[in-house]
């Protein structure tokens, strides 16, 4: 795939720790099990050194090669992913933790642009060949805090991994396939097409201004709270909340079909 600048837009949405259960397995020689786990879990493993990061993108890059030429979510992998694996271990062993993402592999949304090996497309073939100049902001605060970029994501503004002649739905979907088959321990999206959800440590380490994002970023940067994100994680947070619900027009083209009954379903288990 070819490279571009890219836009990163200001809601940057991430799919972190998916749903339970889709096929187990377990690395025999760790005893640790990675599918399902949280940024948490995996921190505490590399801290009991049951696990490494090596081993994580180890993983991570078999799932892809075997779940993806079916899913087809992640569009290309980081040549350099092992090598920024062996970094953050080492910096691990010589206790230069830098944040709660150090040594976690993160996949990108092929519109996010990385200054590296990888392509950034937009998944478009018009754009193959093209060179971003530089990191999204984004992606350079991932470095910073240690994360590893493990490679790119599919949109469905190009394609959909099942039925050509239908959208999943939401232009990240290659961000939450990913993470929700366990391609992935973290993967960013955009908010460009009714994509969604947040997980509150990669939130903590991206959030921030962008003086090359002046206009968007300004003001938004006056509202990141102190003390970061994770103070307000509540599980009984929706409680007495009320939710406003956008039908018209997402699901008027659903009319008849269960993705209406469906989609009422997951409203009713929220409230
Ligand atoms: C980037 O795209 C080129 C051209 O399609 C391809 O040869 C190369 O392998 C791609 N890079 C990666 C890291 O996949
Ligand atoms: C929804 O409908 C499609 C096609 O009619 C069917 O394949 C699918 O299994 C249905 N899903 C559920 C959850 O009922």
């Known amino acids: 795939m070819g490279a571009t600048t890219a836009k990163v837009s200001i809601c940057l949405i991430l799919f972190a720790v998916a749903f339970r259960g889709f096929i187990n397995a377990k690395d025999e020689c760790l005893e640790f099990e990675i599918n399902e786990a949280t940024i948490e879990d995996i921190q505490k493993a590399f801290t009991r050194t049951k696990l490494t990061s090596r081993k994580l993108v180890e993983f991570y890059l078999n799932r892809i090669e075997l779940l993806n030429p079916i899913l087809r979510a992640v569009l290309e ?26 040594g976690i592999p993160v996949l990108l949304k092929d519109s996010i642009a990385t200054f590296d090996k990888l392509n950034t497309t937009a998944g478009s ?9 530089r990191d999204a902001h984004v992606v350079s605060k991932l470095r910073d805090a240690g994360a590893i970029i493990l490679g790119k994501t599919s949109l469905s503004e190009w394609y959909d991994p099942y039925v050509e002649s239908k959208s999943p739905c939401g232009s990240s979907f290659g961000s939450a396939i990913s993470v929700a088959t366990n391609m992935v321990a973290v993967s960013l999206g955009t908010e460009t097409d009714g994509s969604i959800i947040y997980a509150v440590h990669v939130l903590d380490v991206i959030v921030g201004f962008d003086p090359r994002d002046y206009e968007a970023t300004k003001s938004a940067a006056k509202l990141i709270p102190s003390g970061g994100y994770k103070q307000f994680l509540n599980k009984q947070g929706l409680k007495g909340k009320k939710i406003g619900v956008l039908r018209n027009p997402f699901l008027i083209p659903y009319k008849g079909s269960n993705v209406t009954s469906i989609f009422e379903d997951h409203l009713n288990l929220l409230r």
């Open 77 to 102: 992998v980081n040549p350099d992913a092992l090598d920024q694996a062996d970094k953050a271990d080492r910096e691990r062993r010589e206790d230069r933790h830098r944040s709660l993402l150090h």
């Open 125 to 133: 073939y018009a754009l193959l060949g093209s060179k971003v100049p």
